[in-house]
């Protein structure tokens, strides 16, 4: 059974940072792409980042290019998103999601990070509130 459990979510002043964890189980990295997406009150989800251990790919939606950064653990099957200088409108639920994914494949990513309805598994999401 695929679980995708993530953690780190919390309350933070606008400029701060959160470091959110993706911890999966039931599946091996080098066969999934992750994606972190959000979803803010009242708007729909939307892709936020997305890494590939496989080909290497990385995603970050534009709004979150040079502020959020994803990797992963090469010891355990986690993913992390750093997010450094949090704005009012990073506010919302962020979920994990897993797509399997080709090997060999060329910048998955691209193609998934964009897209929370293409994704195979979802977690339950983390709450990320970032006052003004």
Known sequence: EVQLVESGGGLVQAGGSLR?????????LEDYAIAWFRQAPGKEREGVSCFYRSDGSIYHADSVQGRFFISSDHAKPTVYLQMNSLKPDDTGVYYCAAK?????????????GPYPGHSDFWGKGTLVNVSS
């Open 100 to 112: 399997a994914a080709p090997r060999p494949a060329v910048n998955f990513c691209s193609l998934y």
């Open 20 to 28: 959110l964890s993706c911890a999966a189980s039931g599946l091996i």
